[in-house]
């Protein structure tokens, strides 16, 4: 079996549906349930005798060692964390404890069940990192791609912490040959996103005939990957990945913000016409994130080359999909985006 952290969460619960749908090895999932963990993205997996749930922090070192020596899997997956830029701006303690602290403690809970195994298993196991492609900074308009060769230049708490993790997980390899993967990859989007991500935030204000709020002039350039392809590389790279190293993994999709935005209103005018007008009318630009990383491009020909991985979706088919989901799963929406949610909202748009 494998363990995956954080598997209730917008990646890590689209790994989990995926992984099961793709074989039969079990899977035991633990993730704290913060507001970005929902137990309903895990819904039609509940008796699946494939899955396991356990609600827990990974800060909990000792349990976590105890689920270890139970359940010994094969490999951990390793998604849990904050994951939001603007709540890392608005309050970075969290992203401190539970991006470095809890892959710390879960670095040392693996390292210590690790160590105890018998030599078989102990060259199959595999501790597979989840990071960020903004661990490196920020790019120029004519800078080349992050490579994994490329120095780290975090910028925000949120990259800052990940490339705390990022390091230790390095380090975990390097001094006590704990069989590491990293995985370094851009902006993911699809369905089960939680509505504070710039795609869910826009389709919900734009069905809704609230404004789009884009942060400056809108000209910050992101590379976009469809969350499924997202897994199957993970799945690949934990397969066939080398201990030790690192895979970047993009969609080669490098696009605007307002680009993206118009394109999501051109979709929902399409699939869900407004009486009152195209949706572009509701484009509002509000004032910029405080440090906010100009550009992001991924140069994955390492992880294409070494382990033949390719996204299949482009942006077009990855965004129809994505709305139609959206368009199709409005419960889902309207159950997470009551209460604390609101609050997050007023907090980080009241201002500006
Ligand atoms: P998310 O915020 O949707 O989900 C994070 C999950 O981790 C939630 O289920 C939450 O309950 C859980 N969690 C948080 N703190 C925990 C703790 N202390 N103990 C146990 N569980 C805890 O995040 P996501 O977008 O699914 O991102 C998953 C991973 O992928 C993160 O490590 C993130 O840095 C990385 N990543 C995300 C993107 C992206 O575009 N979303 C891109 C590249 C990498
Ligand atoms: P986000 O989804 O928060 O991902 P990240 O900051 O990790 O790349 O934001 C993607 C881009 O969209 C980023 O440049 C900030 C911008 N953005 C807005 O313009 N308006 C918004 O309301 C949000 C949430 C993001």
């Known amino acids: 079996m494998i363990l995956v952290t954080g598997g209730a969460g917008f990646i890590g619960a689209n790994f989990v549906l995926d992984w099961l749908a793709h074989g039969d090895e079990p899977v035991l ?13 895990l819904a039609s997996i509940e008796n699946h005798p494939g899955h396991r749930f356990v609600r827990l922090d990974i800060c909990e070192r000792d349990t976590v060692l105890g689920l270890l020596r139970e359940h010994r899997p094969r490999a951990i997956v390793h998604f849990a964390a904050e994951s939001h830029v603007d709540r890392s701006i608005h309050g970075p303690a969290a992203f401190i404890r539970t991006n470095i602290e809890g892959s710390f403690s879960l670095l040392e809970a693996a390292r210590e069940h690790w160590g ?28 080349p791609a992050f490579a994994e060769t490329t120095p780290y230049q975090p910028n925000s708490p949120y990259s800052a912490s990940k490339a705390a993790s990022d390091h230790l997980v390095r380090a975990w390899h390097h001094t006590y040959g704990l069989p590491t993967l990293t995985t370094n990859c851009s902006n993911n989007y699809g369905p089960l996103q939680f509505p504070e991500k710039l795609i869910p935030l826009m389709i919900g204000n734009a069905l809704a005939g609230k404004p789009l709020p884009v942060y400056g002039d809108g000209l910050n350039v992101r590379d976009w990957l469809y969350v499924g392809d997202h897994c199957a590389a993970i799945r690949r790279v934990l397969q066939a990945g080398r201990p030790g190293e690192t895979y970047n993994i993009g969609g080669n999709q490098e696009m605007t913000n307002i680009a993206v935005v118009r394109e999501l209103c051109r979709l929902l005018d399409e699939l869900r016409p407004d009486p009152a007008g195209p949706r572009s009318r ?64 007023s907090r980080n748009y009241g201002a500006r």
Not at 29 to 41: I, K, M, Q, S
């Open 282 to 345: 509701l484009i509002t630009h509000v004032r910029d994130r405080p440090g906010h990383d100009r550009r992001y491009a991924i140069d994955a020909r390492k992880i294409a080359g070494e382990l033949g991985w390719q996204p299949a979706e482009t942006f077009a088919s990855g965004l129809r999909r994505t709305v139609a989901w959206y368009l199709d799963n409005p419960g889902w929406v309207e159950r997470i985006t009551s209460g604390r949610y609101t609050e997050w909202i």
């Open 29 to 41: 999932n633990l993730d704290l349930l913060t507001y970005a963990g929902n137990l309903e993205n």
């Open 116 to 143: 105890a195994l018998p030599e078989a298993e102990k060259a199959a196991f595999r501790f597979l990192h989840v990071s960020t492609d903004e661990v490196y900074g920020s790019l120029g308009p004519a800078d």
